[in-house]
């Protein structure tokens, strides 16, 4: 874990603090640079540096995070003595996912679980030189080449996140982020292009499963700060655009201050 924050990674955690949960931004702020923090420490770097993300308090959900509460089972009862490789492995082919070992990794040390293998976790398991995917007493249900998992979902399927977004499935190849994408973005980018830097959609109505092109306005990180600061969102869209057109004024207002 970092003790401490390039200047990249800390512009990183300010652009990307307003709007988004800790647990967010911290997936995105590894993703970016391909270390593990963890959500405390965002939120510990975010209050060191008076950065406030101004979300409301999110409800408790049992099976939040990055598996339910049955892979959460699965992975606690086969940890023991399998790699981060050969466990996430494992995992994606019984339930159908593209976890990276990246990922598998960050999670086992998050919830303090280990392989228990020493130096690299390279040691084999038991069973090795069985056939199948770590099928020990046969081979009937064994996965055979090309064969797709029972619960395989075909490039089209949707499902909602544990944010309440609409995540649409847009290719079979690659990592979990680029086979499943965030279905108001895929829209908005078909008609418009890709989102600019530093900018993100606006839901006009508040309603994340609304993804129709009249319900999304793009906007910069700033304007969705100062909308979520002063509480212009709201569930009517006309209500929303009006608070957009507050918010673009107090920015106003805030760069007249600073330039005097």
């Known amino acids: 874990m970092p003790h401490y924050y390039t200047e990249e990674q800390k512009d990183f955690i300010r652009e990307f603090a307003p709007g988004r ?8 702020f590894n993703a970016k640079f391909g270390i593990s923090v963890t959500e405390g420490q965002i939120k510990s770097f975010k209050a ?17 995070g990055l598996f339910t509460k049955e892979q959460k089972a699965f992975i606690k009862e086969n ?10 492995d494992l995992v994606n082919q019984k339930y159908g996912l593209s976890i990276t ?57 949707e499902r909602i996140d544990r ?10 190849e690659g990592p979990w982020n680029k086979r499943w994408r965030l279905k108001h973005n895929v829209i908005w980018e078909e008609a418009n292009g890709p989102i600019p830097k530093g900018h993100c959609l606006l839901f006009l109505d508040g309603n994340k499963q609304n993804v129709s092109l009249e319900n ?12 979520n600061q002063n509480h212009l969102i709201s569930n009517d869209a006309e209500l929303t655009k009006t608070g957009l057109i507050i918010a673009n004024i107090y920015g106003k207002i805030g760069e007249r201050r600073k330039s005097k």
Not at 79 to 88: E, F, M, Q
Not at 125 to 134: A, R, S
Not at 163 to 172: E, N, P, R
């Open 48 to 64: 060191n540096h008076r950065i406030k993300s101004n979300v409301s308090r999110r409800r408790v959900i049992e099976d939040v």
């Open 101 to 157: 070992v990246k990922q598998m990794k960050t999670w086992k040390n998050n919830h303090g679980l280990s392989s228990g293998l020493k130096g690299s976790e390279g040691m084999d398991p038991p069973n090795k030189g069985t056939k199948g995917l770590y099928n020990v007493g046969g081979n009937r249900t064994s996965f055979k080449k090309g064969q797709k998992p029972l619960n395989y979902k075909p490039v089209g399927t």
């Open 79 to 88: 940890v023991r003595g399998l790699s981060n490789r050969k466990l996430t």
């Open 163 to 172: 944010d309440g977004y609409v995540l649409i499935k847009v290719s079979d």
């Open 21 to 28: 949960y800790n647990s967010e931004i911290a997936e995105l």
């Open 216 to 227: 999304l306005q793009l906007i910069t990180r700033s304007q969705l700060a100062r909308l």
